[in-house]
């Protein structure tokens, strides 16, 4: 069974940073595309960053440049995905999700929702101004 389960979000103030962690279990997680997704209160999900299974990334618009997503590849048996978050602003505040697709294809720009499986519960981000 296929676990996803996000850690590190918090508070911070405008232009700090976070890393969110996102351990998969049961899943060999490197044959796959994995993303972060967010939904801020009454908006939609959306796209921040993928990261497909030959190490290509994508990051929405909104967060090029600031964020950066990743595998453990140190450690494969880790099966840790990482977000990190640089230079926060208050219009990041969010629940911020893992996920994971079920194949070993998944098409540009590599966080198109429908195509992801599993999904883990979520860590929050609040952005103090």
């Known amino acids: 069974q296929v676990q996803l389960v996000e850690s590190g979000g918090g508070s911070v103030q405008a232009g700090g940073s976070l890393r969110l962690s996102c351990a998969a279990s049961?899943?060999?997680?490197?044959?796959?595309?994995m993303g972060w997704f967010r939904q801020a209160q009454g908006k939609e999900r959306e796209g921040v960053a993928a990261?497909?299974?030959?190490?290509?990334?994508?990051?929405?618009d909104s967060v090029k440049g600031r964020f950066a997503i990743s595998k453990d590849n140190a450690d494969n048996a880790k099966n840790t995905l990482y977000l990190q978050m640089n230079s926060l602003k208050p219009e990041d505040i969010a629940m911020y999700y893992c996920?994971?697709?079920?194949?070993?294809?998944?098409?540009?720009?590599?966080?198109?929702?429908?195509?992801?499986?599993?999904w883990g519960q979520g860590t929050q981000v609040s952005v103090s101004s």
């Open positions: 990261i497909d299974s030959d190490g290509i990334t994508n990051y929405a």
């Open positions: 996920a994971a697709t079920s194949s070993g294809y998944c098409s540009w720009p590599l966080f198109i929702e429908y195509e992801y499986d599993y």
């Open positions: 049961g899943y060999t997680y490197s044959s796959y595309c």
